[in-house]
Nanobody
């Protein structure tokens, strides 16, 4: 069983930055494919970014050029650097993981989830 804990959320003004962290348990973190998703009130959970065990990265069009996902295997941690934040980025952000890659963009491709961290961007 993999446990993950997100941190780094908060309240920020539009145009500001935040860095989310997700610390994961497990001895084979380097083999994990990791993703970030977000869910706004009344909306479905949506893909934000992903990084495969080999380092390939994927981004939703809405965050491309503003967000950066990275993975530190020595610290068992995945990060989401969020710059130029917009009010529409407001959501609960979740990290997700799997050791069995089945694609990057859909929640059911991941086996383990964190509890989520709130990001609120004020206008």
């Amino acid at each position: 069983q993999v446990q993950m804990v997100e941190s780094g959320g908060g309240l920020v003004q539009a145009g500001g930055s935040l860095r989310l962290s997700c610390a994961a348990s497990g001895r084979t973190f380097s083999n994990y494919h990791m993703g970030w998703f977000r869910q706004a009130p009344g909306k479905e959970r949506e893909f934000v970014a992903a990084v495969r065990s080999g380092g390939q990265t994927y981004y939703a069009d809405s965050v491309k050029g503003r967000f950066t996902i990275s993975k530190n295997n020595a610290k068992n941690t995945v990060y989401l650097q969020m710059n130029s934040l917009k009010p529409e980025d407001t959501a609960v952000y979740y990290c997700a993981a799997t050791q069995n890659y089945r694609g990057s963009y859909f929640p059911n491709s991941y086996d383990y989830w964190g509890q989520g961290t709130q990001v609120t961007v004020s206008s």
